[in-house]
């Protein structure tokens, strides 16, 4: 038995007629039992057709029809109908109430209305488009599990996501619009949201469906793994044209949407419109279409994984990132490949984006405990390592490259990533450089250099970044220093700096953009010839021991 209220005859009547399918009239009866849907529609159909043409029921149906009781014949007779209504409306009421003369009239009416009936029903559905018809079924859930296996993703439970084209909206605003008027005949007020929106009973019939082709999986409203089905129906785009007159200021031209027509514009544009420009515009029922809806390719997308560590970097000619000047690349490899090839095979992922806490320039190593990195993993095919995998997968990086080596590699979680860059400018670095001096450097020289705690340095922008970052100058702190004789020209110097300090500049003075600097304290000219970074002193991520 269907669940509907005999208020809903004259609605289900009027839907059958005017081509929307078995499906599409439960919906606008604002049926939400799940299981009324799962039906095969062929069944429903009969149940409908069953639940107008029961006698039992005429009772409702004459008082329904009754101008005292409910004004029911009055919307037929003023001719508040749209052009497109169709004339058999008045017709088909009449043979199946009581009373009515039996007549060879009669039975002819009914058979034509018959006839119109089965016509409406065998098409393409206008409200759904035959998203609810042949598009949603075991057929079509088959198709939806082949390309979620094709995908070959890991993954617990899934969401089963659908996107309609726009007109779909306008389609179902005329049939609302009808039935809503239907329906406050019969004193009932029915609001657009009572309506069972096509994407809810598509998700309904299709989620045990799609669940029992992959095996019971679970199909949930939230997921880290999101299926997409689009449909799209070029046949009909037209039905939206006239809402870009009527309500020209909902559509604006954006960059990256092919039509303006968008659902959001769409569904914007249908509220603030009136229902009487609107039936002004567009018919009742929609124009049948000839086609049904297309499917576009499913889309498989899991969220991101987040991955992250620590590396070292032993070589004086790799960049942090690819590094690519006016579209040619500069150096062969990069730090962010080197680690992410190995990683993005491991997790299947289709891309992945880099971050790191500071970064070193080309020529710079990074030595010590390495420096915090993190990764996003875009569209990972696997998601879950363990910790053994992890293991594996460190070594397969540190195992592929001797430029640089990766430790405390680990799965984290988005939120945790944040911790990488707090008070990043607050956190010390540690660093050693190889200073040339141009005289000879004395004992005392080294003794001063030793002395120096908590040098406040202001530094101008760096020229060879000045290209990209802002002209400032920035206060930062050299916590101590700690120098190493090499020969009379060449010292190594350790340093411990707030984050941030630019070490090169204060070496070499930046031609007096850095001060005081190293040249100054020592009253001659000095240069930077290496420089390693020791530490980089953020303890994130936490570390795992070996
Ligand atoms: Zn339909």
């Not at 009421?93 to 009914?110: C, H, I, M, Y």
């Not at 607050?426 to 005392?444: D, E, F, G, M, R």
Request: charged share 30%.
């Amino acid at each position: 038995m269907l669940p509907l209220k005999d208020g809903d005859k004259a609605i289900v009547h009027k839907l059958l007629s005017s081509g929307c399918c078995a499906r599409c009239v439960l919906r606008f009866c604002c049926v939400s039992v799940q299981a009324a849907y799962r039906k095969p529609p062929q069944e429903t159909l009969e149940e409908l057709r069953a639940f107008i043409s029961d006698p039992e029921n005429g009772k409702s149906r004459q008082s329904a029809a009754d101008p005292a009781a409910g004004n029911g014949e009055s919307h037929d007779a003023a001719g508040s109908d749209p052009p497109g209504e169709p004339p058999v409306k008045r017709v088909k009421l009449e043979p199946v109430e009581p009373g009515a003369p039996a007549g060879g009239d009669v039975s002819a009416a009914v058979k034509v209305e018959e006839e119109k009936e089965e016509e409406a029903a065998s098409g393409v559905c206008v409200a759904c488009l035959g998203i609810l018809q042949e598009l949603s079924g075991p057929a079509q859930a088959v198709k939806i599990a082949e390309k979620v296996k094709e995908g070959e993703y890991e993954f617990d439970t899934l969401v089963l996501s659908v996107s309609l084209p726009a007109q779909l909206c306008v389609r179902e605003h005329s049939c609302w619009l009808h039935v809503k008027k239907e329906s406050r005949e019969k004193s009932a007020a029915l609001g657009k949201d009572d309506v069972i929106p096509v994407k809810e009973a598509f998700k309904w019939i299709m989620q045990g469906l799609v669940a029992k082709e992959l095996g019971g999986v679970a199909v949930v409203i939230r997921s880290l793994f999101e299926v997409s089905v689009e449909f799209t129906h070029p046949e009909t785009e037209a039905d939206c044209h006239f809402l870009a007159t009527t309500c020209a200021g909902c559509f604006k031209p954006t960059k990256n949407k092919q039509s303006v027509f968008t659902r959001m514009a769409v569904v914007k544009a249908l509220e603030k419109i009136s229902d009487a420009v609107f039936l002004k515009h567009y018919t009742f029922p929609p124009p049948r279409p000839s086609s049904c809806c297309v499917p576009r390719d499913v889309q498989c997308l899991h969220a991101s994984v987040f991955v992250a560590g620590r590396y070292n970097k032993f070589c004086r000619s790799l960049p942090q990132t690819p590094w690519v000047i006016d579209g040619e690349r500069r150096m062969e490899s990069s730090v962010e490949e080197l680690i992410a090839a190995p990683v993005l095979s491991s997790f299947r992922a289709a891309g992945f984006n880099f971050s790191s806490s500071g970064r070193e320039d080309v020529d710079v190593r990074t030595l010590g405990n390495g420096r915090p990195f993190a990764m996003e993993l875009l569209n990972p095919h696997r998601s879950k390592l363990s910790k053994e995998e992890m293991k594996q997968l460190q070594e397969t990086i540190n195992k592929s490259s001797d430029k640089i080596r990766v430790r405390d590699l680990q799965i984290v979680s988005r939120e945790a990533m944040g911790r990488m860059k707090e008070g990043e400018e607050a956190k010390t670095k540690s660093y050693t450089a190889l200073v040339w001096t141009q005289k000879a450097i004395q004992s005392q020289d080294i003794a001063f250099i030793d002395a120096i705690k908590d040098l406040t340095l202001d530094q101008k922008t760096p020229l060879r970044v000045l290209h990209r970052r802002a002209l400032a100058v920035r206060q930062r702190v050299v916590h101590r220093m700690n120098t190493r004789y090499l020969d009379p020209h060449h010292f190594h110097l350790e340093l411990k700096t707030q984050a941030g300090t630019y070490i090169k500049e204060f070496v070499h003075g930046d031609f007096g953009r850095t001060k005081p600097n190293m040249s100054e304290l020592l009253k001659m000219d000095t240069d930077i010839l290496e420089l390693d970074v020791e530490s980089v002193d953020v303890d994130w991520p936490p570390s795992i021991p070996e």
